[in-house]
Structure formats: C-alpha cells, structure tokens
C-alpha cells in the first residue's frame, strides 16, 4: 500500500446525492442488493435489479450463453414485484446503510407511474433508475428508447410523480445515444446511466438453433467495455446532466475510464458473476491508483481526459 | 441478514484420472470453509485470474475431509469444455480460487432407506450422500448407470451396496440406473413403501426418475444441471420452472426457482419436465 491509499477522497457528487464513492452495483447482477450484504455496504450506492408493478415470472431457461469476454442473458425482468418488494426486500436494504437505487420496469407509463406511487410512500429509497432499455421483454423495455420522444415522455410522466431523483438507463441499441439523452435531461431526468446490454444471439451449430429460446439476449461482460466507453463519451458531449457508466467494467482501471471521459459514477455489472465483492475490489484499486499518483479525489478525475 | 459467499483460495493436493473420462481432483480450503453437505457445489474460478473473462464453473462436491487448518474437498468430474479442461490440467500445488460451499443439500428423510440413482459422473454428491447418511440410514442403496463399463467410476468406499447398469449391457444391468430400479421395484430388491429416491444424473434420467417416483408414490430429491450465471443468487439465470404445490397460492414469481440457490436438490415431484430443455 503507498502511504497515501485511504487518504484518497472517493466521494462523489451526483446531482442532489453525494456518494461515499464512484462504484455502485448495475441493476440485474446483484440480486435486491441484500443477498450479498457485506459486499452491498461497500458500493457507493446499491441498484436493485428492476421492480415492477406485478411479480414477473421471467423467461424460459436457459437464461444465460457464454461468449467471448463476456455472456448472453436473457431473464426478462423475473421479481417479486413491487408490492412484495417494499414489504420483504426494502427493509433489509435499508439496514444495509448505502443509499438505494430502485430500478423500476414496466409495460406501459402506466405501469411505470404505478412502481413509483407504491415506492414514494416508501422511506429510504435515494433514487429511481428508469429501465426503458431492457432488451429480453416483449413490451416495455427497449422499445421506449428507439423513438427518444417516447422515452422523453415517460421520463416526464415519471419525474411528475416523485421529488426524489430520476435516472434513466439508455439502451446502446439506437441510432443515436446522443440524442436520446438529450431527450431524457429535456424531459426532467436527473441523471443518465448508460448503458443496457446490445443485443447478441448465439447459435448451437449441431442443434442448428439459437442457443437461447428467446434467439436474442442482451451480451455484458468486457466484450462491450470499449463500446460503452464510446457511448458514454457522446452523451457527455450532449448532455450536462450527470452520466452513470456501465458496460464491462472489472478492475479500478477499467472504472477509471469511464470517470475520466466524464461518467460522475460507475457501475460494476457482471463482474459479479466471478466475484460477489468484485465491487470492493474496484474501489480498493481506484482509491490506489488515484494515491500512487497522488491525486487527491475522484473528482479532480472525473472528466479530465484530453482529446486532440 | 445473509452476509454472502465467501471466496476462498484453495490448493490442488491430487489429481488423479479415474475411469477412462474421469477426473478426481482434491483440493485444500483455509479454515473458513463450511463443512459442506451431500448436494452441495463449489463454485470454481477455471482459469487463472488474468485470464480472459470465464464464468465460475459450479462442480457438485463428493468428499470432504476436515483438517487441522481447513479441510480438504474432492470434485469429481469429466472434461466438457474449456473450464473442466483447464481443472483438468492443474497439478498438485496449484492454486484454484472457489465460493463455497452454495446451494440446498439432499434432505434424508427419516425412516426411509436410500436409494441413491447416479447417472454417469452424477455419482459424485451421492457418494458424499452415501458417506453422510450411511449411519443414520444402514441400509442404502446405490444404484449406478453409465454408458459403459469405461465410463464408470470406481465407488470404493461406498459405505453402500453399489448396483451398476451399463447402457450397453457390459457391465451389470442392460439400462439405466432407472431401468434397474424399475426391475427391483418389480422384484421386490427395493420396496416403494419403504424407499426414498435421491438422483443426480442427465436430465433425461431425472426426468424418468421422477416419473417412476410418481407411478409408485415414492418421495424423490434431484440435483440438476443448469447453465448458471454466477452460482451465488445474484443473476437470475439458472431458472428451474416448478409446480405450485396443491393448494398453495402463488404469483407469478415463482414459477421458476433458481437451480444455485433454491436447488440445486429439487423435489422431483414439483420440477416441471417440460419446461426445461434436455
């Protein structure tokens, strides 16, 4: 350890929240956020996998395809539902002390307005991330952001219905990132995380058939690291609105990227899958990297790449 | 609340070939790690660390031994792919990082003899089962199909009787492991007032053990083989669809359980066959 690790400020600034640090779990990968607790109270905040109005079955295995540096999924949002949610899983996040993330889903505006209802007489939930990009359900998820005036909308029926800040997660399958940002901070979003998975397949070539039932699933893991950097970088020149980056992130250098073209945090997603507290992990060697060259915070990072 | 898994670094201190598709392979574990139970898996890092991306492999565990400073497992299991390969190949000495020990063991029930059903390298948690329960329940049974004579693993140490069916008739019964149960059900070798039926196999052979439970009323307990995510709860991908038990109110939720967590031993009674893939 250099004399400086620990002295390194972590925290971060992102709109009216002020985290403890930059790393936070992406929605999906960490269950509710309470089955793993001990990793859970090192993130700088916990994102839940995504509520919805009704429980959800989910999809017909198998779920899950290994590809290179990376994997194929295909859940189709299975939870318990919000009602559930609030009385079974809410309490238990609470006592885990880090401030909470619902990521909301749903079919409709409806759906989504009704999620945020039953959550806003819920204590201690710090931010909503509104899932338009899930790219494994039939109604209601990516399809919001392929017109950026339908995600605009949602995000407005949504922001009309909380005080509390609204995130909306991009999906990476648009033709342009940029302008759907720019739509979603019109429209009252708080913050954007971006980014969602990109639709993959992969086939079974003895079989002759998609290796997963739906034939498409969303593709995480390292494999698509480069290309959220690359998405992230344009909404940061479209938007002033504070960025979230997500996208194959393992290590503190990979976190670092997405800090210095300007993400104000990040999310670690399937690292998970290899390591329950891979998000410590990440912090430990961000708060090292940043004291070996004796840079004082996160946020004298944040945002300082120079281009040209 | 659940503190969560632990990983663990382990070291190789045997490998060895057994049969002629086999891999027996023990590994030491720091104290830490929970004495696993029969049904329970590891779930190992195939790969050294600054490898490529690699999802964990989950591999059932059928021995353990505690030790003065941890304990020593065995996994036993046959090269499918890049992952068991790269197990395969370690030596003794090398290091394997692993969670564990994760999901719900088989629950003996009491009063019943057990009859274990191993299909292929499905024998590896019955052997454990077989070395736990051997006290409690005297009298077991294990009854072992495998392709054939090649593919068999050797089961010394078994505290139980050990049946074989080879699918070509090489060795022991001409079948399965189901086909010869079905025969000693018929012969009176296992009586189904008396039995409990504890698989591990292929999912074709659970499926018909399960189906040979329910003609003749006899309580059955499955390990099954997903394709999982992570092993540890957080993924939601190792779905196993499930019957709603009679009577019982559910939402939609929990039609699927997840193998890593809820199972891997699932009532064989409540796994709904036809909607997994075999």
Known sequence: MSPEAGRVDLSVRLGSLTLANPVLCASGTFGYGIEEAEAARRLGAIVTKTVTRESRAGNPPPRIVETPAGMLNSIGLQNVG?????????????????????????????????????????????????????????????????????????????????MRPVWAKLSPNVTSIGHLGRACEEAGADALTAINTFVGMAVDLERRRPRLPGVTGGLSGPAIRPLALARVRELKRNVSIPIVGVGGIVSGRDALEFLLVGARAVQVGTAHFLRPDQGRIVIEEIDRFLADRSIPSVESWIGTLEEG | MNPGAVVFDGRVSRI?????????????????????????????????????????????????????????????FSVVGEGSRWLDERRPGDAVNLIGPLGQPYRPLPGRIPILLAGGRGVAPLLLLAEQIAESHPDGLLLYGARDASAIFPTEGCPYPVYRATLDGSVGHAGTAVDLLNAMLRQGGVRRETAALYGCGPMPMLHALSLLAAEASIPVQVSLETTFGCGTGLCAGCAVPLRAREGEETDSFHRYAFACTDGPVFDGARVEWQGIEE
């Open chain 1, 82 to 162: 919000v009602v559930r949610f609030v009385a079974e899983k809410l309490p238990a996040l609470r006592d885990i002390g880090v401030p909470i993330v619902v990521s909301i889903g749903g079919r409709s505006a409806e759906d989504f307005e009704a999620v945020v209802e039953r959550l806003e007489d819920a204590p201690g939930v710090a931010a909503y991330e509104v899932n338009i990009s899930c790219p494994n359900v039939k109604e209601g998820g990516i399809e919001f952001c392929q017109v950026p005036s339908a995600a605009a909308e949602l995000i407005s029926r949504v922001r009309k219905k909380t």
């Open chain 2, 16 to 76: 060895r070939r057994v049969g002629s598709a086999g891999t027996l392979i023990d590994i030491t574990v720091p104290r830490g790690f929970v004495p696993p139970k029969a049904g329970q898996f590891a779930q190992i890092a195939c790969g050294p660390p600054s490898a490529a991306f690699r999802l964990r492999r989950p591999f059932s565990i059928c021995r353990w031994e505690t030790g003065p400073s941890g304990g020593e497992l065995g996994i036993l």
